[in-house]
């Protein structure tokens, strides 16, 4: 039985949190700022949390239920946010002030995927996580789910990875293509050569161009979606083949100068025109969630900007000795990268025997 100071401390502690919390829209975007100021997310990650939490807040509107605080949002109101994720393709038209039709607005216009109903889950999950250790809230929503239902809340099914095999690059590489698609091809194509991300591509400038001692050219930049995390102050550094320096050296870097209205669904949309005038028509398989099982398309219909980074790791895996299917290690052992280092020289000829340079 609880004692009378318990009680008059718990209901003491239960009124703070009501009086000093924000209504849990506002303090969503407060804690998605703060995130972003501290260096927790850069700069990517920073816009997209800013829509997610737009999409609570259009699901607190619909719900009549935009001056809760996030002290009062249940768990059943976690699950109604759940389907409200995966189904708000049916409120677009139910609802139009809330999706104005303006340049760069993308609305759902189909159930979505389960990635992305994860990734908007696991927004609120920190941030509620947040609140409990900071003791705005005494109540984690998510902890009154299931082990087993959060299991599945959770769960992500990933494709097949989807990338170009040499031969197709080298397909694009050779084609003759319209003079509108020239930007798209350099930036696929000198995507492939360097395998970053493509925010990362387009931050480069000619002073990240070198040459080393052994007079390999190659291109050195700070990753901007881990810089903050590394525990030291480390470059990506990669060298740069023949066809990478032919695009550096006629556009200067300047990718996206004749193409002021540059977005990354205009070059996916270019993209995917790139691969199909290329004739690049593999069929690979996705997982539909709305019939539960496999769909076959071809590459150039699903082609996005995470393809080129995709092809360099695989073409780049695909001339590596596996140590560990040698037998030489068990599957995850460190001591591998404790015995060897592949410098820029070994990385050089890597990236040329995988290009077949």
């Not at 990734?119 to 087993?148: R, V």
């Not at 052994?214 to 990753?223: L, T």
């Not at 690049?280 to 539960?292: A, F, H, K, Q, W």
Request: net charge positive; aromatic share 10%.
């Amino acid at each position: 039985m609880m004692s009378v100071t318990t009680i008059f401390n718990r209901c003491f502690r239960a009124f703070h949190i009501r009086k000093n919390t924000e209504w849990i829209y506002p303090r969503l975007l407060r804690f998605i700022n703060e995130s972003h100021r501290d260096g927790v997310i850069g700069d990517g990650r920073y816009a997209i949390a800013l829509g997610k939490a737009e999409k609570l807040h259009r699901f607190l509107i619909i719900n009549d239920q935009s001056s809760i605080a996030a002290s009062e949002f249940t768990t059943e109101q976690v699950l109604q946010f759940r389907q409200f994720i995966y189904d708000e393709y049916k409120y677009v038209s139910m609802y139009p002030h809330l999706y104005p039709q303006r340049p760069g607005n993308r609305y759902p216009r189909k159930r979505l995927r389960d990635t992305t109903v994860v990734h908007d889950l696991k927004l609120l999950q920190a941030f509620f996580a947040e609140l409990e250790s900071t003791d705005e809230i005494h109540c984690n929503p998510f902890h009154k789910i299931s082990m087993e239902k959060r299991r599945v809340m959770m769960h992500v099914m990933y494709d097949a990875p989807i990338y170009l095999r040499a031969n197709e690059l080298k397909q694009i590489m050779m084609t003759a293509i319209p003079e509108r698609l020239q930007w798209v091809k350099d930036l696929f194509v000198l995507n492939c050569c360097i395998g970053c991300r493509i925010s990362d591509l387009l931050r480069l400038t000619m002073d990240k161009v070198a040459m080393s001692e052994d007079g390999i050219p190659y291109v050195h930049y700070m990753p901007s979606k881990t810089a903050k995390m590394q525990t030291i102050n480390a470059e990506v550094i990669t060298p740069l083949i023949e066809p990478a320096m032919e695009i550096i050296n006629r556009t200067q870097l300047q990718l996206m100068g004749t193409n002021p209205h540059y977005g990354k669904q205009r070059y996916n949309k270019m993209l995917r025109e790139l691969l199909r005038e290329c004739g690049i028509n593999r069929r690979v398989t996705l997982y539909n969630p709305e019939t539960g099982d496999n769909m076959y398309k071809p590459i150039w219909e699903v082609a996005t900007s995470k393809l080129a980074r995709k092809t360099h790791i695989d073409m780049l895996n695909k001339v590596q000795i596996n140590y560990y299917a040698a037998g030489l290690h068990r599957s995850g052992s460190d001591a591998v990268f404790r015995y060897t280092n592949l410098e820029l020289a070994d990385r050089y000829e890597l990236i040329k025997a995988a290009f077949r340079i």
